[in-house]
């Protein structure tokens, strides 16, 4: 069973840090290109990072480009993202998702709220 089991989010004054953090779990081989998401209504959904399984190829949205830092552990199976320079802007629902085999799986997400 497939699962990405999400931790981090919470409150943060805007200029602040927070760290999500994505457990992958389920898949032949766990170390899969993840990519992080973002919603806040009623804008649509945004991917605003992405990582392949090898970290090679590293990808970001122009909002967060410079701020944000994704990266993995394969040996723990697990995908971060490193949110710093916090915007009121950024507050969200983040999502960790994973495109596999034809099937799409997401995080039960985390809520980011930036503000003073």
């Known amino acids: 069973q497939v699962q990405l089991v999400q931790s981090g989010g919470g409150l943060v004054q805007p200029g602040g840090s927070l760290r999500l953090s994505c457990v992958i779990s389920g898949f032949t081989n766990n170390n899969v290109a993840v990519n992080w998401y973002r919603q806040a209504p009623p804008k649509e959904r945004e991917m605003v990072a992405a990582?392949?399984?090898?970290?090679?190829?590293?990808n970001y949205s122009d909002s967060v480009k410079g701020r944000f830092t994704i990266s993995r552990d394969n040996a723990k199976n697990t995908v971060y993202l490193q949110m710093n320079s916090l915007k009121p802007e950024d507050t969200a629902v983040y999502y960790c998702?994973?495109?596999?085999?034809?099937?799409?799986?997401w995080g039960k997400g985390a809520l980011v709220t930036v503000s003073s």
């Open positions: 990582i392949s399984s090898t970290a090679s190829i590293i």
């Open positions: 998702n994973v495109h596999y085999d034809d099937m799409t799986y």
